[in-house]
């Protein structure tokens, strides 16, 4: 469902932000003052009050609580919330440049304390240099903008640069990060091959992390469901599905069921001795380089 519509009137998303807003109102509390109390903006209560975007739950939630909503009204308004969120939401209207959706990942993820990334036909954006990445995010500019424009350049080095800046997050101890990618992520042909023993590098070092796994799906393999895309699961409540011309998102509590059933099914097919690989693509790289 586009962005556009996510909003419409008669939606579960357009009574939840009244419904709080009523409830401010009667506690006589100014949106800021709500805002500190639960540690949001006031911007953000007033996008959740006028039905702007799709409510999170949990702050939903926590908004209600802090307003002193019974716990039978306040589970009423987060399973209102929860149900508009149980779809998958076109990113554009929010995130109209590649660069604006780096932002976005890079928010949520800082939300987030387990995060976990499944892809079969690319490497993770969390995982890629910055060569790889250029040559990833340049094709969805050619998509989103075809024919020359001289801005395209600028517009990829943005959303290189978020994307690498996004990786600081690796760093934090107190998150979990676990990647599955398809051997089929290892061998297509997206950066020219002079980029790709560092890339190959890249995973090996991160792969040493206590904080984080990285498993291979080797091509031999029994798939358990077919690998239509790659995504993006943080914390079981946040989705991220990229597709050619946008992002896709949802906080639905069955989106996120059914995507991290997908992840456990692929993990068991999937290896965690990823040297070999890792070892034997990079030589072949090598190799064509050479000759």
Do not use: C, W
């Not at 051997?183 to 997206?190: H, K, P, V, Y």
């Amino acid at each position: 469902m586009s962005g556009s519509q996510a909003g419409a009137p008669g939606g579960e998303e357009s009574s939840v932000g009244p419904a709080l807003a009523r409830m401010r109102k009667a506690r006589r509390m100014t949106g800021t003052q709500l805002g500190k109390l639960v540690g949001i903006s006031q911007s953000m209560v007033s996008r959740i009050e006028n039905g702007i975007g799709l409510p999170d739950p949990v702050k939903v939630g926590e908004i209600a609580r802090a307003l002193g909503g019974a716990d039978g009204e306040v589970e009423q308004l987060v399973e209102m919330a929860e149900r508009a969120n149980d779809r998958l939401t076109d990113l554009r209207p929010d995130s109209a440049s590649l660069a604006n959706r780096q932002q976005s990942a890079n928010h949520a993820e800082g939300d987030a304390r387990t995060i976990r990334v499944f892809q079969p036909a690319v490497i993770p954006g969390l995982l890629q240099t910055s060569e790889y990445s250029r040559a990833v995010l340049a094709g969805f500019q050619r998509l989103s903008h075809p024919g020359d424009d001289p801005r395209d350049e600028a517009a990829i080095a943005a959303a290189v640069s978020g994307r690498i800046q996004r990786q600081e997050i690796l760093a934090d101890q107190m998150k979990s990060f676990h990647f599955i990618l398809t051997e089929a992520a290892l061998t297509n042909r997206l950066a020219p091959p002079e980029h790709m023993p560092a890339q190959i590098l890249r995973i090996r070092e991160i792969s040493a992390q206590q904080n984080v796994s990285i498993a291979i799906v080797p091509a031999d393999a029994t798939l358990p469901v077919a690998p239509m895309h790659g995504f993006e699961l943080l914390d079981e409540t946040t989705l991220f599905v990229d597709i050619f011309n946008t992002g896709l998102v949802s906080h639905g509590k069955n989106d996120g069921r059914i995507f991290r059933q997908v992840f456990e099914l692929y993990a068991e097919v999937a290896t965690a001795d990823i040297d070999p690989f890792l070892d034997r693509y990079r030589r072949k790289f090598l190799d064509r380089l050479e000759s």
